[in-house]
């Protein structure tokens, strides 16, 4: 058995619970990670010897290396995610549920001698800005060296966490083995009330790195509500006008539906002298400040984000951002060892290597690099990085867009009449599947605030909870609703989207600041006409007349649909959001 000995910390808590987790797993070795330049380089060194990580070619892509999934281990995994509180309707309808006995007891089974013969790495980490009260320290146990090279880009990782920690037993339990990656032996479980995840037989993203979803959404958005803020799947951006005042926004979009490419936004030639900074790409921490304002904090320090489609048109700062110290995970790579996915620039290579390590020619019905292929890369590589993101208070949100992908009914763009019907347009909220997650895409879902895979307790609750907030925020940021993605009658997409969005973000800003007057519908506040800035966009007036139209007929069967989604929540569902549906409803029948 391997002793657990290390002089990063003397915290008993934390050396006690390693012990007893080792006992559990018994690793031939113990490592603590302490987030050095010099053991990223031995775990490097370590993961390519094992073939865990394939370098890239190292002139075109400086220290960044690919790594191949196990083919069953692409996305996240919804029914092997579990919320294990001690009553089922604290989960709620919309959560798998397993009674926290029953999960410990199961995963025991699976983690009883899982890392014989490999290495257990001890990974301390912060999420959120170092020595913010907001912050919150976890511990991951894992097997994989993956896991712990990813987690050192994606949050601040290694001796600044135990420092940050000192003798307290307040951080996240995370204990993650790979195991043999078999689907049937999967499960990623949640525990709120002991602050711990137990997470087998996935190595990949949201499943594995348990900082990200399972920590900073899942078990955040649980101790939110109990401490009174909001953990939320957003991005957050700052745009400065030539004035040169700065407004932050934070957006809600589900997974693959546009954060990182809307957070790393270049405004159109059109908005000379506007600039976009990007605070975070996936995950928010949403606090009350002294002064009522809403305040945002990215509780991240890297990007996971999604790599096809990500080109020097669609993303260019993506696409700098990705030039060095990158992890890129189930891409495709050229001869020459360059990166390839489906949407990169210039002309589709003869001959690749697919993403599952196969040949793959030009003309091949088969995806060469994988839906769901992603990139790790450290916020500090992007050119337009916010000076804030370390800022421990964050940054004050005056508008916050709730989006999904809909080919139809929800216009490109529409504000809230006020706080509540805000909530209600972010919970009933659908969007059309994709691949971050396995499972059918395309099919139209409701996604709630984009938190459906995300909240760790009762999503009844979590509307509550958001109804609340309005209480503690005298001054509240206005509430949208966006949609890139709707759809002519050929299924081309209406709107050019991408930088273009600008336009929309620039009448957003215009509204959260009460600059310009506004279109009354039936539904929400939309655009008056010529308030939408369309110079210099190079498509038909009737794309765009047909991208913001409110359609009643479309909207008169949202309506009636939602009932079912409310429905399913009985008692604990707030009559406020279905006072509200009655409400939209009454106007159109
Ligand atoms: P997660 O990391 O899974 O949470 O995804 P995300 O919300 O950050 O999505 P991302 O920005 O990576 O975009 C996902 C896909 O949507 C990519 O293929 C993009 O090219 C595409 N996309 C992003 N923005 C737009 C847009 O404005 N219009 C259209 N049509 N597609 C977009
Ligand atoms: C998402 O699916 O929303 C992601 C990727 O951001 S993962 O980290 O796998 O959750
Ligand atoms: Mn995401």
Redesign the pocket.
Known sequence: MATVSTNLTTNTHLLGWIEEMAKLCTPDQVVFCDGSEGEKKRLTEFAVSKGILIPLNHEKHPNSYLHRSNPNDVARVEHLTFICTPKKDDAGPTNNWMAPDEAYAKLKGLFEGSMKGRTMYVVPYVMGPLGSEHSKIGIELTDSVYVALNMGIMTRMGKPALDMLGQSNDFNRGLHCTGDVNPERRYICHFPQDNAIWSFGSGYGGNALLGKKCLALRIGSALGRKEGWLAE?M?ILGVEDPEGNTSYVAAA??????????AMMIPPKRFAGWKVFTVG??IAWLRVGEDGRLWAVNPENGY???A???NMK??PNAMKTIQKDTIFTNVAVTKNGEVWWE?LDGEVPDELTDWKGQPWKKGSTEKAAHPNSRFTAPASNNPILSKHVNDPKGVPISAIIFGGRRSSTVPLVMQSFNWAHGVYLGSTMASET?A?ATGATGVVRRDPMAMLPFAGYNMADYFQHWLNMQKHLPQPPKIFMVN??RKNKDGK?L?P??GD?MRVLKWIIDRAQGKVATQETLFGWVPKQGHLDLSGLDIAPEAVDEATSIVESEWKAELESQKQWFDQFGERMPKTLELQRQMLLSRVS
């Open positions: 799947h991005l979009f589900p997974s693959a539906c546009g954060k990182t490419n809307f790409d996936d996971f984000g999604v096809p489609g990500t669609s993303n949407g994709t971050a890139w993605f997409f709107w989207g991408y969005n």
